[in-house]
């Protein structure tokens, strides 16, 4: 196994700078907040499909759940096809109904539907818990960094936090999502190489599969990642994979039928990364049956093992690119987060508390001082769970599904049911959370516990809070009315400039240009690992030439582009 070496901090230095760039540019799509919030509902679904499928894994899916594809085998893979499925919820029902509410955030559906207690509590208990997953996916990646590097876990935690707060601060929603997209295509090409050629190590799919040890290749009816718990798990993200940050992804595009695209490709990108991500740490079980010789000092060793794929199977160069990858997964989870939690902040409590006319630019400076403010926190939080040697998979795993079991059940069952009363959010809301607080730190229930008890505890409140319900409010009737009506885009929007055609050429050229200086790092690649590198710069090259078709619509929109997004003087290609 190799170390980390010059060429590699290289990569990792002019992938920060690619970070930075990103922010610089998008910064003339933010004309206000309905665009540093939302991405004025032009966000191409492509776009916007990959960054949520981005934002939905971090570098978590490269240390907690790669530890349980090296302990447990195919149970990794299980947990992945489960958040597959949880997007075809999105697809057949929530996809059209998020973009149809016509809103800016979940925060402000929750007011419209239910009422103002209740858009207060979620916005606050929300921002509290989601800052320890942010948190621990932070800690994930120094965790992933500083087992490759030898980096002090708590530097590692400042400067990335610091990158990331960076350009969320600079370019909103907008650079969440074109930043989510240059990495899915560093990360889906790299993750390819790596896993083709963990398997030419291991003697390909039919050597992996005779060498893993039984209980690798084996799913129980019960017990830890046995059916139940894959049931479980799939019950619990389908809540979490369709509000919050996702459901901000379904919104952000132009129509029903563009949201509804976003779902189905999120779906499909998971189903196909439950076996490209996990076949590096499962080959790793193979060649290191025993990661505690290898890494001692790590207090989970077996969530360093994608490191170890890597640090023992590819050349230098693309052991940085690996690293920048690693930085990608985390930025597209934290950036999603930060943004989220800005827009509840700057909106939800701000104008709403503090100063109700606030005009547009006020909101834009709020959101730009509420990411700041978000971002350090939860770096704050990253530093003192590093300190712990808590595992990475448990700290998410507790309070993902905490939140997801609380706050799913009412938002979602609040746009497909009508007829409850304006107190059945928070009704259910309270219920899931205080059974979720009990079981997680008091009863220490098992993921099948708490989605046995807070499921129809929390649906059981919500639908039993029919037989009081007294009729509609002006808000509700108004969101129903929403729901019901298709998005007509060419009114709707009218104002709000297509971006397709400029954001395309600019992702394109950046990732050719990726695609090309990769080709550099052949000189510094042994001679039978160089065709490791040719591989990864043909597939990056591809993806951006192919980028270069898509175009938005022409004529006046593009005109208007050129006019509403580039300063007069500075060039708009």
């Known amino acids: 196994m190799t170390s980390v070496n010059t060429v590699d901090y290289v990569v990792i230095g002019l992938y920060a700078l690619l970070m930075v760039l990103v922010g610089l540019y998008v910064v ?29 894994f971090s570098a978590w899916t490269f240390t907690g759940a790669a530890g349980v594809a090296y302990r447990a085998g195919i149970a990794a893979t299980g947990l992945y096809i489960g958040n597959a499925l949880s997007f075809l919820l999105g697809y057949f029902i929530f996809a059209q109904r998020w973009r149809r509410s016509r809103i800016t955030t979940v925060m402000e559906y929750l007011s419209g539907r239910f009422n103002v207690a209740t858009h207060q509590t979620f916005s606050w208990t929300t921002i509290i818990f989601q800052l320890f997953t942010s948190a621990s996916t932070l800690y994930g990646l120094s965790l992933f960094v500083s087992s490759a590097c030898g980096f002090p876990v708590t530097w590692t935690i400042l400067g990335a936090g610091a990158l990331i707060v960076f350009y969320c601060v600079l370019g909103g929603l907008w650079a969440v999502v074109v930043s989510d997209f240059l990495q899915a295509s560093i990360l889906m090409p790299f993750c390819l190489v790596l896993g083709i050629i963990s398997l030419a190590r291991v003697g390909g799919v039919t050597g992996l599969w005779n060498s893993l040890p039984p209980e690798a290749k084996t ?217 979720g607080i009990l079981g997680a730190f008091h009863y220490h229930w098992s993921l099948m516990q708490q989605v046995a008890y807070i499921i129809p505890a929390s649906f059981g409140t919500f639908f039993l809070s029919m037989l009081f319900d007294r009729g509609d409010t002006p808000a509700r009737a108004k969101l129903f009315k929403n729901l019901n009506t298709p998005v007509d885009v060419a009114n709707e929007l009218k104002d709000s400039p297509d971006f397709t055609a400029p954001v395309f050429r600019f992702l394109s050229r950046t990732i050719c240009c990726i695609g090309l200086l990769s080709l550099l790092l052949i000189f510094a690649a042994p001679a039978d690992r160089r065709g490791t590198v040719l591989l990864f710069s043909g597939l990056t090259l591809l993806v951006g030439g192919s980028l270069y078709l898509v175009r938005g619509r022409k004529g006046i929109i593009e005109d208007a582009v050129v006019t509403a997004a580039v300063p007069i003087g500075s060039s708009h290609d």
């Open 219 to 435: 799913l129980h009816f019960t017990g830890e990642f046995g059916w139940l718990y894959l049931v479980s798990w799939t019950i619990m993200v389908s809540f979490g994979y369709n509000t919050s940050a996702m459901a901000q992804r379904y919104f952000s595009v132009d129509n029903e039928r563009s949201a509804r695209k976003v779902a189905l490709l999120c779906c499909g990108l998971f189903f196909v990364g439950a076996f490209l991500w996990f076949i590096p740490p499962m080959a790793m079980r193979v060649i290191y049956p025993d990661l505690r010789t290898v890494w001692p000092s790590l207090a989970n060793p077996s969530e360093g093992a994608y490191a170890v794929a890597s640090l023992t199977l590819l050349p230098h160069g693309l052991i940085g690119v690996m690293l920048a990858a690693m930085f990608s997964a985390t930025m597209a989870n934290l950036s999603a987060q930060f943004n989220l939690k800005s827009a509840i902040l700057s909106k939800d409590l701000y104008q709403a508390l503090l100063r109700k006319n606030a005009g547009d630019r006020e909101l834009l400076v709020a959101g730009w001082v509420t990411t700041f403010l978000i971002g350090g926190a939860t770096t704050v939080i990253a530093a003192i769970m590093a300190g712990s040697g808590q595992s990475v998979f448990q700290i998410m795993l507790t309070f993902n599904t905490l939140m997801s079991l609380a706050y799913g059940p009412p938002a979602l069952l609040g746009l497909a049911v009508r007829r409850t009363p304006p107190w059945s959010g928070l009704a259910s809301f309270a219920i899931g959370l205080i059974l």
């Open 28 to 56: 003339r799509f933010n004309r206000g907040a309905a665009e540093f919030f939302r991405g004025g509902s032009r966000v191409p679904w492509l776009v916007a499909g990959l960054s949520c499928f981005m934002s939905g």
